[in-house]
Each structure stands twice: as C-alpha cells, then as structure tokens.
C-alpha cells in the first residue's frame, strides 16, 4: 500500500509546515501540548483563530460560499495532522465545527449573513445547549421549556455540560416546545443571545480541578421567533446533524493528543520507570506500550484512508470518535500507571508540576467516552447502521 502522499498534497503539506514554522509561537505551541480537554485554553485557542482567519484557513470545513477554505477531504486530514504534530492548540470549535456548518444547511439566508462571518473572524464566541440535568444520554428527554408568546419564546429550564459557557456570547440550545407526541417530536432548535436577562451560569469545578463546563439557568428568557432554526417541532434532525459534525470533530483527538503533546508516553515511561540499552527497562510496560503505538499508527493509517476515500463510510463518525476516545484515555490510563506515586500528584504535594499537570489531564479524559454522546451510544449507532442490528 503506498502512504505517500500524491504531488500535490504533498506541496500543501509543506506550505501548512512553513506556515505553522513561521505563525506558531512557542507561547501557543506550549498551550497547545499542554491541552489536557479535547478544546484548548480559551485565551489561546482564540489566538490561534485569529491567526487562522487572517490567513484564511480557520473554515477548513466550510465551502468557499461562506468564506470558507473550500479544501477536499485529503487537504483537511493534511492540515489537522500537522497542526496537531506540531503542537498547535484546537481553534473555538462550537461555531465552526458544529453550529456554524446546521446554519449552512437548516439556516434562513438572514441567519447566516448575520452569524456565518462572526463565526469565523471569532467575534461570536458559542457555547451548547443540549444535555441537561437527569437526561444522562437520552437527549429526547430533555424538559428544557420554550413557550410561544407573541414575536417571542419565553425559554424556561436549565443545561448542564455547557462547556465555555463563561465565555460564550450566544448559545445554540434544544427546547421542549410539545408534549403531546414522541419526545423527539417535541424538539426546537433556538439561538439564544447569552446576554439576555433571565440567564445565569454557575460554574461546575470538574475533579481534574479546572473551570470548563458549567450549568446553564433559564428564567422567563425571552428569545425572538427569529432566532428560530428551521421549523418549531422539527429540531430532532437539526439536532442529529449537528451531533454528527460534533462527533466527525471529536473523531480524531484521540490520534491528535498524542501527536504534539508535551505528554509523550515513552518519554514519561522511561524516565520513571528507567530504561535499558534505550529501551523501557520493565517488559511489562513496554509490551503494554508497544501495543498501544501499534494500534495508534493503525488509528492513523485508517483516519488517513478515510480521506482518501472521501469519509464515505456509514456511521464513519461514530466509529472513528468512539475509537479516539477510548484511545486517548487508554494513553493517560498508561502514563499514569507508568508514573507510580507520581500519578497521585496534586496542589501542595512535592511533586513536578508536570507530573501534576498529567494527572489533571487523565482525570478530564474520563469526559471523552461521555461528551459528544457516550461510548454505549456510539455502540449502538454502529450496530444498527453498520451491522444492520434491530434497535
């Protein structure tokens, strides 16, 4: 099988190497490694999208129509590798990777003039409105009010997991709008604008000790019919479609994190467990180890022949996020082990900061098999969309 790539991809590959050589500061390239959650620190990520967008290449997805790069699937996969080899921290990605493309296909030609353009000069920072208190993985479950009242909704309920909502200027957020039917039935996709009265953020401290998610109130918010996507009652597919972008953007951190991170797992294998003749000094570990980079490089090999392929696979998303996932906590799983004592590090205790940082980070990679739909979930979307199992 020839890896290499064609002439022209390979020409690309060097312009995006040379860019990154010249526009990746050290600043960013250390904030990038050091991302522990499958989004960067805020301060830098928004850099870096500024950066891009002077550039033109932060809609790396989205068609030349909407100021997008227009690159193919190869281009793409070209791109993220070498941003994620080269350390670089992951661009706000609630509006690019997922409101931003349902905007595109479900959106009035009014509602992407507006949004589409704040969305890639980063001036619009977004947050998501979908998982809520008691639902677990059932999101049709959701209880989350909007009633009709005139020219406006008045939204009533509470999120939870609304990652960056701190940060965020608008939300993009399922409501209850009927209950007479199928719960998915039921479903309204809203924008809301963060700043309305009635909505209040109270911070959720995860047990990795960081400030990322929050739970989101809504108190009598009055939300404009306009900001409406698609029809009142159909939000259920929008929803979906979103899901799959979410989960196409999720796909690949578990090959991404490995691939610039400062956490490098041999390197923190053989300095704490020793090493011999250049190798890692206990058998154990190192078998361990050497099955992990093999499946790694495979994961790999099969992200880079679905581009080629045009990522034309059914359920391709499912897969290649439950797989990421599961990756990248095995990888911290490993490192952690491999640590010792040290893996219990914390505020306060005598142990390298960096040794702090990696426990903190394998705690926040318990998320990956939860956020964008859990592990079980994706299970269940491969076994009836692939092996043709009944629901």
């Known amino acids: 099988m020839d890896l290499s790539f064609k002439p022209?991809?390979?020409?690309?590959?060097?312009?995006?190497?040379?860019?990154?050589?010249s526009e990746l500061t050290s600043e960013l390239?250390?904030?990038?490694?050091?991302?522990?959650?499958?989004?960067?620190?805020?301060e830098y990520s928004s850099k870096w999208h500024k950066i891009l967008h002077?550039?033109?290449?932060?809609?790396?997805?989205?068609?030349?129509?909407?100021?997008?790069?227009?690159?193919?699937?190869?281009?793409?996969?070209?791109?993220?590798?070498?941003?994620?080899?080269?350390?670089?921290?992951?661009?706000?990605?609630?509006?690019?990777?997922?409101?931003?493309?349902?905007?595109?296909?479900?959106?009035?030609?009014?509602?992407?003039?507006?949004?589409?353009p704040k969305i890639l000069s980063g001036e619009d920072?977004?947050?998501?409105?979908?998982?809520?208190?008691?639902?677990?993985?059932?999101?049709?479950?959701?209880?989350?009010?909007?009633?009709?009242?005139?020219?406006?909704?008045?939204?009533?309920?509470?999120?939870?997991?609304?990652?960056?909502?701190?940060?965020a200027n608008r939300i993009f957020c399922l409501v209850r709008t009927d209950n007479s039917g199928k719960p998915q039935q039921g479903i309204t996709f809203l924008l809301i604008d963060m700043d309305t009265p009635g909505i209040e953020i109270k911070p959720i401290i995860?047990?990795?000790?960081?400030?990322?998610?929050?739970?989101?109130?809504?108190?009598?918010?009055?939300?404009?019919?306009?900001?409406?996507?698609?029809?009142?009652?159909?939000?259920?597919?929008?929803?979906?479609?979103?899901?799959?972008?979410?989960?196409?953007?999720?796909s690949s951190f578990g090959l991404a994190s490995s691939m610039g991170s400062g956490?490098?797992?041999?390197?923190?294998?053989?300095?704490?467990?020793?090493?011999?003749?250049?190798?890692?000094?206990?058998?154990?570990?190192?078998?361990?180890?050497?099955?992990?980079?093999?499946?790694?490089?495979?994961?790999?090999?099969?992200l880079k022949r679905a581009k080629d392929e045009g990522g034309k696979a059914s359920a391709t998303a499912s897969m290649f996020k439950l797989y990421g996932s599961e990756h990248n906590k095995r990888r911290h799983e490993l490192m952690i082990a491999a640590t010792g004592i040290n893996g219990v590090a914390w505020d306060g205790d005598e142990f390298d900061k960096k040794d702090k940082d990696l426990t903190r980070a394998w705690l926040r990679t318990k998320g990956n098999s939860i956020e964008g739909g859990t592990s079980e979930v994706q299970l269940n979307v491969i076994s009836k969309r692939v092996l043709g199992l009944p629901s």
């Not at 009709?148 to 701190?166: C, E, M, P």
């Not at 053989?270 to 180890?289: A, C, L, M, T, V």
Request: charged fraction near 25%; aromatic fraction near 10%.
């Open 125 to 167: 920072f977004w947050c998501q409105g979908y998982s809520e208190p008691g639902s677990g993985s059932d999101l049709a479950s959701l209880q989350c009010k909007a009633v009709k009242n005139g020219d406006h909704y008045i939204v009533n309920g509470t999120k939870i997991w609304t990652t960056h909502a701190q940060h």
């Open 29 to 42: 390239r250390e904030a990038g490694k050091l991302t522990a959650s499958v989004f960067s620190e805020v």
């Open 54 to 116: 002077k550039k033109g290449w932060i809609g790396g997805k989205w068609p030349k129509e909407y100021g997008g790069t227009g690159w193919d699937d190869m281009q793409r996969y070209i791109f993220s590798t070498e941003c994620a080899k080269a350390g670089a921290p992951s661009p706000t990605a609630m509006g690019l990777a997922m409101v931003g493309p349902v905007l595109m296909k479900y959106g009035t030609q009014k509602q992407k003039d507006l949004y589409l």
């Open 8 to 21: 022209e991809y390979e020409d690309f590959r060097k312009e995006v190497v040379e860019f990154l050589d």
């Open 206 to 250: 995860t047990m990795a000790g960081d400030h990322e998610v929050n739970q989101t109130f809504f108190d009598d918010v009055k939300v404009p019919k306009e900001n409406l996507i698609g029809q009142q009652n159909a939000g259920w597919a929008i929803a979906k479609a979103l899901l799959q972008h979410e989960r196409a953007f999720l």
């Open 263 to 302: 956490r490098d797992l041999v390197s923190i294998a053989k300095k704490h467990i020793g090493e011999e003749d250049g190798k890692i000094s206990n058998g154990f570990y190192r078998s361990q180890i050497t099955a992990h980079k093999i499946k790694e490089h495979a994961f790999g090999l099969t």
